[in-house]
């Protein structure tokens, strides 16, 4: 050991505070602060702004408005008292580590993970009620940590190792939470010290340009390190350097990391990430709104409502009964429970939509956002928390204090009305759809030349390979919002995922490389949308092989239409269409019903059933085959851990039961096809009734174009891979077409799914129409006859044009 550390340091070179000063302090800090934001003279404003701003901080790290000896809080507060106390007494200072476990010199994980436990020490040395709140041992405990870490982990002279992250975010952050907490304990050297440290691994600079690292959430997680380094420092320049930096992620991005117009958030260039990185954006973007505002670097800059917008458009169509949709989560779906975590707690679907949920509610209390759409966003997240019944929002142990009182403040605000989850359908430019009805909500996962087919890195991730070839996810009815969440990743079969059409071929752990460098060599995926129902299709390529495909989904009222064509492949084994692989929890005996015959619920049943016309899965929902279809079935138990697909994850084997539901192309297929409709929450009758009598109609399913008509709703849609025609419809370029009739008008939606055409011509074999609104990006060629269209597709991005006509007096329908 070396002699010139000890576990608590030096007592009499260290300034502790009683509990009742520590308290005192910080009551006096928070006055004072309460005294600015009032307003006073210009230059007691000036001279107070960085305590202030300190003041402002630590509240949200510490939290308001909440009873520390009721539930939630006692237990939360007492759980993070015991931590604070184990790693105190696991302290002892090394010429190499602060703690046993974690050495630092090789691995900078070790760095973050080191100050992270000095923070959650200092987080309960000034939260109330934590058994250790004012506590002088404790404080001399994070104020020997901190010294520590300033002259032998993170220094001004410290040479970078491992990953960047560590180094600019993960351990800046950490460190500056721990001083702003540290209140009297933090002396001018300490703050001096972590001043030159920061400056070392994160100069201003770092926010220059929208480049490299510097972009969508990990930039605005940079502008925190640098704002609260000005506080610290009690320096303008850092400050003013974040509040710049920020401008750009405001900005609308057409390529590569940020915010896109539609909603779309995509970061590591190819990754769609609004359930991951889009809500650390979120996260900290909202707090540092919170900590500028009233300041004279408040965020004035008028683009910042387009993260509004995005919350909007792009971030609330991805929350569903208090979780995110694992699509837009990327490499996160594989953390699950952590070796290292005593608590054992699940990090999945359901906490990651916790926190975007939480990030939501902090911005609408920002004070930054219009009040008509603040409190639209506070009924959207009531009423979200609500209807979670998987992981009730207050029993999340994930969940930290200031985000537990804030969520436990509109739950009981009886002024705020609980939004319904809403309907809709919406296709997104980074390769991503989501199809919303009542009861149940519905995503798809594509890949393409600008999208990956998965993205693994840092050791997580490893076996979704199959991920972004049309994975169809499904939520609602009894089980379906626990689908995902309850281990599925590590137990499921990653051949067998939901939707896909995959080639048997093994593949590698990380197969096709980190960070989503491996994409198909195909720009074909997207869709079209009216905001009501989607006709949504991907050019299916294999990862690692030699599979092509073409795949349709056509999203209805009750039910999703799936096509597949053209579907070939040489790797010299068997591909197959995953209808579904269901995780049947709990209930592991669920009744499966087969064309009105009871199947059997014993795990290891399989068998092979021919001629096949419905199926329903008791709590889930439905698939109809209206062709009829041979289907592959078994119920069986699978056994994984999270250590087998994230580095980092618990080894405890898991087992869980799943049924499957799959169609063999046999082995090196050529020009394989499929039809079947999925009927999320329909029973035994409803899926009976449905093929009976089927309310879509195929019109076309090749490899050149898929197309359905449902005359009950009035629609016709289709994808065109190549210039062809389909029933009304001729079109000059591959593009997706939704057209409905309703009474009198007609409704024209055409999306250009490749972003490569410069216009598409479409006809009509529909005549009597007249434009009668919208049309933007459509010309109308001749409406005397079939009604011709042109059609101004070039960067729109895959974005939908739309226009209505209407039929004109004495009109005659017929081809033309």
């Known amino acids: 050991m070396d002699s010139s550390w000890t ?148 220094t001004a002279t410290t040479t970078s190792y491992g990953n960047w992250w560590d180094w600019q975010i993960g351990a800046p952050q950490a460190l500056l939470d721990v001083c702003v907490l540290l209140g009297d304990l933090l002396t001018a050297e300490r703050a001096a010290a972590c001043g030159a440290a920061v400056d070392h691994f994160v100069p201003s600079s770092v926010v220059d340009k929208y480049t490299g690292t510097s972009t969508g959430a990990n930039r605005v997680d940079l502008c925190r390190v640098l704002a609260l380094r000005g506080v610290i420092g009690r320096s303008a320049a850092p400050v003013a350097a974040a509040q710049r930096g920020l401008s750009p992620v405001f900005r609308y991005v057409t390529t590569g990391d940020g915010i896109y117009a539609d909603g779309s958030f995509v970061q590591h260039t190819w990754v769609p990430y609004t359930g991951s990185y889009g809500e650390v954006l979120l996260g900290s973007l909202s707090r540092l709104l919170r900590l500028l505002a009233g300041t004279p670097w408040a965020v004035t800059d008028p683009a910042l409502r387009n993260v509004f917008t995005a919350v909007d458009r792009g971030f609330l169509p991805f929350l569903f009964n208090g979780l995110v949709m694992d699509g837009v989560s990327g490499r996160a779906v594989s953390r699950g429970v ?24 902090r911005l609408a209390d920002s004070g930054s956002v219009p009040a008509a759409q603040a409190a639209a966003w506070r009924a959207a997240v009531k009423g979200s928390l609500q209807r979670d019944q998987v992981l009730p929002y207050l029993s999340n142990v994930l969940a930290d204090i200031p985000e537990l009182a804030r969520a436990q403040a509109l739950l009981a605000d009886s002024g705020t009305r609980a939004a319904d989850e809403g309907t809709g359908s919406r296709v997104f430019t980074m390769d991503r759809a989501v199809h919303r009805r009542p009861g149940w909500s519905a995503q798809l996962s594509l890949s393409s030349s600008r999208t990956a087919f998965y993205e693994c890195g840092n050791g997580e991730n490893l076996r979704a390979w199959h991920s972004g070839s049309g994975m169809l996810y499904w939520y609602g009815g009894e089980q379906g919002d626990e689908q995902y969440s309850d281990s599925f990743w590590p137990t499921a079969d990653p051949y067998r995922l939901p939707g896909t059409t995959v080639s048997t071929r093994p593949l590698a752990d990380g197969a096709g490389g980190d960070w989503g460098q491996a994409r198909p060599a195909t720009a074909w995926a997207g869709g ?8 949504v299709g991907q050019d299916v390529r294999g990862l690692g092989s030699t599979l092509v495909g073409r795949k349709s989904w056509f999203c209805l009222d009750d039910s999703i239409v799936c096509l597949g064509a053209g579907i070939g492949c040489t790797d010299g084994v068997a591909v197959r269409t995953t209808v579904d692989h269901r995780n049947l929890g709990a209930r592991e005996d669920r009744e499966f019903v087969l064309d ?53 994850g618990a080894p405890d084997p898991i087992t869980r039961t799943y049924l499957s539901i799959g ?76 057209l409905r009739e309703n009474g009198g008008d007609l409704s024209v939606t055409v999306a250009d799914p490749t972003r490569k055409a410069a216009t598409v011509q479409l006809t009509l074999a529909l005549d009597g129409y007249r434009l009668a609104s919208g049309g933007t990006g459509i010309t109308v060629l001749s409406d005397s006859g079939p009604l011709v269209l042109r059609c101004a597709v070039a960067g729109t991005g895959g974005a939908s044009l739309s226009a209505v006509f209407r039929r004109s007096a004495g009109f005659r329908r017929g081809a033309a």
């Not at 009871?598 to 021919?610: I, T, V």
């Open 7 to 154: 576990k608590t340091g030096d007592p009499a070179s260290i300034p502790l505070l009683s509990r009742r000063g520590l308290l005192r302090t910080s009551a006096a800090a928070t006055a004072a602060a309460a005294a600015w934001w009032l307003g006073g003279p210009t230059e007691a404003r000036a001279a107070d702004n960085y305590d202030a701003m300190r003041a402002a901080w630590s509240e949200q790290l510490t939290g308001t408005g909440y009873d520390p000896a009721a539930p939630p809080f006692a237990r939360a507060l007492t759980a993070l008292g015991d931590q604070a106390r184990r790693h105190q007494a696991a302290l002892s200072p090394q010429a190499g580590s602060l703690w046993p476990d974690l050495p630092v010199g090789s691995a900078s994980a070790a760095v973050t993970s080191t100050v992270g436990r000095l923070r959650l020490m200092a987080l309960a040395l000034t939260r109330p009620a934590t058994g250790s709140t004012g506590d002088p041992g404790l404080g001399a405990a994070v104020a020997t940590g901190l010294d520590w870490v300033l002259q032998r982990a993170y």
């Open 338 to 361: 952590q070796a290292g975590d005593a608590r054992r707690a699940r990090l999945d679907d359901h906490v990651r939509g916790h926190a975007l949920l939480g990030d939501v509610l």
């Open 528 to 535: 079209a949308s009216d905001g009501d129902r989607s006709v």
């Open 596 to 648: 009105g015959v009871r199947q059997p619920a014993d795990p290891g049943w399989s068998r092979r059933a021919d001629g096949v016309r419905w199926a329903a899965l008791a709590g889930s929902g439905a698939w109809v085959f209206p062709d009829g279809a041979t289907l592959d079935l078994a119920r069986e138990r699978r056994t994984g851990a999270w250590a087998d697909i994230n580095r980092g």
């Open 663 to 738: 169609l063999d192309h046999g082995t090196d297929p050529v020009d394989g096809t499929y039809h079947y409709v999925l009927m999320p929450g329909a029973g035994p009758d409803q899926a009976a009734a449905r093929a009976a009598a089927p309310t879509a109609t195929v019109l076309a399913n090749t490899a050149d174009a898929q197309a359905i008509s449902a005359p009950g709703l009035g629609l016709t849609l289709a994808n065109f891979f190549a210039p062809g025609t389909v029933g009304p419809l001729t079109v000059s370029a591959p593009c997706s077409v939704l």
